[in-house]
């Protein structure tokens, strides 16, 4: 029992201790309050997993409740594709109700708090509102209208909602704190003039409630026991308890509010106003583009919700914020994946192979295991014949020392098949390979149980019969954003930083039992990696996207580039210690072709801010960086560059202090930003130092000159 407890995360032990404490199990109800302005997105499906997954614990109704009080941002459709997610990730709703169900009631709530001195109506200006509100250090002032008489405020009040005032000509607010240390109790507003046309009540209302005033009185309606919000409502908490103050009825359940850790992926935005941006400026193709981070673009990939699921459950419920590497929602895919999609040979980049020796016109079909992990997967028959389609990088006419593939003179196993070995290339004018001669060992076929079907050789290799192959199409998918995190730089848009290579469409072949694949099917094409057919997939064509990798590329390359960037620290120290001129040339030019090879923003932009300090190999790093990598002088914090050049201009090396003085000469700043260290080149050129090269005062020249 002890162990179990343990288990608990924080939320499931308020309830445990509410139930402790008196609280009736079957008054316990939970609700997941999406606004529908937009498609779910993946930090939506932790929110689903945890409400609809406390429901299924303790047995209790969850409602599935769409916040609809903004009519000029929702749409019928998105309830729609809501609705489809939910089900689609496995969970059953009690009841679908919508906040503007309660509109009547919620209304009439508000002239009740009217009639109590509790609201008034103001009319004032949103800017004047908001400076008379205050700052966080400052107390608000009562407004001008704060003090209307109630009749006065009723009258406006009907007025606004019979539509006979202008948007923006007046407001309701609640009547709480204008001293308040919380922004919040600032008299905040409950309604808003919108002659907006809403999707559900037409255009019988005029008036619409906000968010903070609906939700928790949308709670109490429902007799919602616990409304589980993420973090940036905990501000909200006392202004929810505020208004559920002015109506709470001691013989109903009062909802209370808690608050959990929203999940938040690198390489991903998560913001609905910047995924419908993506989507309004066509840089996706929808809201279900496979590399949308939506429920819907995520099932369009061919992720599987039972892997959703285990991620959500994997990275758990806290208080706490931090970042999710996408990759282990990957991993939690893959792990899905493996155990359920059929094997299947694809060839995505083709190049022919003749076996000279295979009889033409014959056909055999052989055998092959559907997948490895699931013995009731069975098997299947793959048609084999002389001509068959190979992957190009699958060959080399003359191999390097690791490489375990196809080349001239080597042999290498075709999957379920025989052991051929390459022995000439045909070649078009430009010299690319056109096709491949390999003989083939006619006692070597897999699973035969001859001597030679048991002999070892270094690779095995998928193929396609091209008499029988499959034409597709298939789009092979990658992250959106080549940054781990987008869209937290300061004065840079996350539009910045879109991976150019995220979609590249490309002509396959597969083997022919994929012939009959269905739209949602899911395999993993040999070598290649987990892939779906697409909801474009027609009688007449083919089409699969890459779901993902059989390894995680991303998490390959970005070691790679920390390693590189260690090395080229490594590097820099040799710099001090070589004798010529020459020897530092090489140097310099290997560490500054590393740093334009590395795309990551966030890893360049910790790098130098890292090496900004009094160790001459560090200074002389982050100048390299400045030189050479693929960022704009723009993209360095203005503070961060003033530092470096100032410590590098005052260092003991004079390797530093060139590079710094080259760097201001030559980089794209403009003239005021370079003419804030004149003066500390001044001093170099009046009092140089011992370590003063020929070359560093011909530098320090040319820059006083410019």
Same mark, same amino acid.
């Given at each position: 029992?002890?162990?179990?407890?343990?288990?608990?995360?924080?939320?499931?032990?308020?309830?445990?201790?509410?139930?402790?404490?008196?609280?009736?199990?079957?008054?316990?109800?939970?609700?997941?309050?999406?606004?529908?302005?937009?498609?779910? &997105?993946?930090? &939506?499906?932790?929110?689903?997993?945890?409400?609809?997954?406390?429901?299924?614990?303790?047995?209790?109704?969850?409602?599935?409740?769409?916040?609809?009080?903004?009519?000029?941002?929702?749409?019928?459709? *998105?309830?729609?594709?809501?609705?489809?997610?939910?089900?689609?990730?496995?969970?059953?709703?009690?009841?679908?109700?919508?906040?503007?169900?309660?509109?009547?009631?919620?209304?009439?709530?508000?002239?009740?708090?009217?009639?109590?001195?509790?609201?008034?109506?103001?009319?004032?200006?949103?800017?004047?509102?908001?400076?008379?509100?205050?700052?966080?250090?400052?107390?608000?002032?009562?407004?001008?209208?704060?003090?209307?008489?109630?009749?006065?405020?009723?009258?406006?009040?009907?007025?606004?909602?019979?539509?006979?005032?202008?948007?923006?000509?007046?407001?309701? !607010?609640?009547?709480?704190?204008?001293?308040?240390?919380?922004?919040?109790?600032?008299?905040?507003?409950?309604?808003?003039?919108?002659?907006?046309?809403?999707?559900?009540?037409?255009?019988?209302?005029?008036?619409?409630?906000?968010?903070?005033?609906?939700?928790?009185?949308?709670?109490?309606?429902?007799?919602?026991?616990?409304?589980?919000?993420?973090?940036?409502?905990?501000?909200?908490?006392?202004?929810?308890?505020?208004?559920?103050?002015?109506?709470?009825?001691?013989?109903?359940?009062?909802?209370?509010?808690?608050?959990?850790?929203?999940?938040?992926?690198?390489?991903?935005?998560?913001?609905?106003?910047?995924?419908?941006?993506?989507?309004?400026?066509?840089?996706?193709?929808?809201?279900?583009?496979?590399?949308?981070?939506?429920?819907?673009?995520?099932?369009?990939?061919?992720?599987?919700?039972?892997?959703?699921?285990?991620?959500?459950?994997?990275?758990?419920?806290?208080?706490?914020?931090?970042?999710?590497?996408?990759?282990?929602?990957?991993?939690?895919?893959?792990?899905?994946?493996?155990?359920?999609?059929?094997?299947?040979?694809?060839?995505?980049?083709?190049?022919?192979?003749?076996?000279?020796?295979?009889?033409?016109?014959?056909?055999?079909?052989?055998?092959?295991?559907?997948?490895?992990?699931?013995?009731?997967?069975?098997?299947?028959?793959?048609?084999?014949?002389?001509?068959?389609?190979?992957?190009?990088?699958?060959?080399?006419?003359?191999?390097?020392?690791?490489?375990?593939?196809?080349?001239?003179?080597?042999?290498?196993?075709?999957?379920?098949?025989?052991?051929?070995?390459?022995?000439?290339?045909?070649?078009?004018?430009?010299?690319?390979?056109?096709?491949?001669?390999?003989?083939?060992?006619?006692?070597?076929?897999?699973?035969?149980?001859?001597?030679?079907?048991? !002999?070892?050789?270094?690779?095995?290799?998928?193929?396609?019969?091209?008499? &029988?192959?499959?034409?597709?199409?298939?789009?092979?998918?990658?992250?959106?954003?080549?940054?781990?995190?987008?869209?937290?730089? =300061?004065?840079? %848009?996350?539009?910045?930083?879109?991976?150019?290579?995220?979609?590249?469409?490309?002509?396959?072949?597969?083997?022919?039992?994929?012939?009959?694949?269905?739209?949602?099917?899911?395999?993993?094409?040999?070598?290649?990696? *987990?892939?779906?057919?697409?909801?474009?997939?027609?009688?007449?064509?083919?089409?699969?996207?890459?779901?993902?990798?059989?390894?995680?590329?991303?998490?390959?390359?970005?070691?790679?580039?920390?390693?590189?960037?260690?090395?080229?620290?490594?590097?820099?120290?040799?710099?001090?210690?070589?004798?010529? !001129?020459?020897?530092?040339?090489?140097?310099?030019?290997?560490?500054?072709?590393?740093?334009?090879?590395?795309?990551?923003?966030?890893?360049?932009?910790?790098?130098?801010?890292?090496?900004?300090?009094?160790? =001459?190999? %560090?200074?002389?790093?982050?100048?390299?960086?400045?030189?050479?990598?693929?960022?704009?002088?723009?993209?360095?914090?203005?503070?961060?560059?003033?530092?470096?050049?100032?410590?590098?201009?005052?260092?003991?090396?004079?390797?530093?202090?060139?590079?710094?003085?080259?760097?201001?000469?030559?980089?794209?700043?403009?003239?005021?930003?370079?003419?804030?260290?004149?003066?500390?080149?001044?001093?170099?050129?009046?009092?140089? %130092?011992? %370590?003063?090269?020929?070359?560093?005062?011909?530098?320090?020249?040319?820059?006083?000159?410019?």
């Amino acid at each position: 029992m002890a162990s179990e407890e343990k288990s608990l995360h924080f939320i499931e032990q308020i309830i445990e201790d509410s139930l402790t404490n008196g609280f009736p199990q079957d008054k316990l109800r939970f609700r997941f309050p999406p606004e529908p302005n937009g498609y779910l &997105h993946i930090g &939506h499906a932790k929110s689903i997993c945890l409400n609809f997954g406390l429901g299924l614990k303790y047995n209790a109704p969850v409602n599935l409740r769409f916040d609809d009080t903004n009519p000029a941002k929702e749409e019928q459709e *998105y309830v729609d594709s809501i609705k489809e997610d939910v089900k689609w990730l496995g969970f059953n709703w009690s009841e679908e109700v919508y906040s503007s169900d309660y509109f009547q009631q919620l209304y009439e709530w508000a002239v009740a708090m009217i009639k109590k001195g509790k609201a008034y109506v103001d009319s004032q200006s949103s800017e004047d509102m908001a400076i008379q509100k205050g700052t966080p250090t400052q107390a608000g002032v009562d407004g001008p209208y704060r003090n209307r008489s109630i009749e006065e405020n009723v009258a406006l009040f009907e007025g606004m909602k019979n539509g006979d005032f202008p948007e923006g000509s007046h407001v309701l !607010r609640a009547k709480i704190d204008m001293a308040s240390t919380n922004m919040l109790m600032r008299d905040p507003l409950m309604y808003r003039i919108l002659h907006r046309h809403h999707h559900r009540t037409g255009n019988d209302w005029n008036i619409y409630p906000m968010y903070d005033y609906a939700h928790g009185e949308s709670d109490y309606v429902e007799q919602i026991s616990h409304s589980i919000c993420t973090l940036e409502f905990v501000m909200h908490r006392e202004l929810y308890d505020w208004f559920l103050d002015q109506i709470y009825d001691e013989n109903q359940v009062r909802p209370h509010q808690y608050e959990f850790a929203r999940l938040n992926l690198n390489y991903t935005v998560m913001s609905k106003r910047k995924l419908l941006q993506l989507v309004q400026e066509n840089i996706v193709s929808g809201w279900d583009d496979p590399r949308m981070p939506t429920i819907s673009g995520l099932r369009r990939r061919g992720y599987t919700a039972s892997a959703i699921r285990k991620f959500c459950e994997v990275i758990g419920v806290a208080k706490r914020e931090n970042i999710i590497d996408v990759s282990l929602l990957d991993f939690c895919l893959r792990e899905d994946l493996n155990k359920t999609a059929p094997r299947v040979m694809a060839v995505l980049d083709p190049v022919k192979v003749v076996i000279t020796n295979y009889p033409e016109g014959k056909e055999e079909l052989l055998v092959a295991e559907n997948n490895q992990e699931d013995e009731s997967a069975g098997y299947r028959k793959v048609p084999f014949s002389r001509e068959l389609f190979i992957e190009r990088d699958d060959f080399l006419e003359v191999a390097p020392a690791k490489f375990f593939r196809l080349s001239i003179g080597n042999e290498v196993r075709l999957k379920n098949g025989y052991i051929i070995k390459g022995e000439s290339v045909t070649k078009d004018a430009n010299g690319v390979i056109t096709e491949i001669q390999v003989t083939y060992d006619t006692d070597s076929l897999s699973g035969s149980g001859s001597e030679a079907s048991k !002999r070892k050789v270094a690779g095995t290799l998928h193929w396609v019969s091209i008499a &029988h192959a499959v034409e597709a199409e298939v789009r092979l998918y990658d992250r959106l954003f080549i940054d781990e995190a987008p869209d937290s730089h =300061k004065e840079k %848009s996350f539009l910045d930083f879109m991976n150019t290579s995220s979609l590249e469409i490309v002509k396959g072949y597969v083997e022919p039992s994929l012939a009959e694949a269905k739209i949602g099917d899911h395999f993993q094409f040999q070598r290649l990696g *987990y892939f779906v057919v697409d909801k474009d997939t027609t009688d007449s064509k083919l089409v699969f996207n890459k779901t993902v990798g059989l390894k995680d590329a991303w998490e390959e390359k970005g070691k790679k580039d920390e390693n590189s960037i260690n090395n080229s620290l490594k590097e820099i120290n040799k710099y001090f210690k070589v004798a010529t !001129r020459e020897e530092r040339i090489a140097i310099r030019k290997a560490i500054g072709e590393t740093l334009s090879g590395i795309s990551n923003y966030s890893l360049l932009q910790n790098s130098f801010r890292k090496n900004i300090n009094n160790n =001459k190999s %560090s200074l002389l790093f982050a100048n390299f960086i400045l030189k050479y990598a693929n960022l704009k002088p723009s993209d360095y914090d203005k503070e961060d560059l003033s530092k470096l050049y100032l410590m590098s201009l005052r260092s003991e090396s004079t390797f530093v202090r060139s590079r710094a003085i080259l760097n201001l000469s030559n980089l794209d700043y403009d003239s005021d930003f370079v003419n804030l260290f004149r003066e500390e080149v001044l001093k170099l050129q009046s009092n140089p %130092s011992k %370590s003063t090269t020929e070359r560093e005062t011909e530098f320090i020249e040319k820059f006083l000159l410019k």
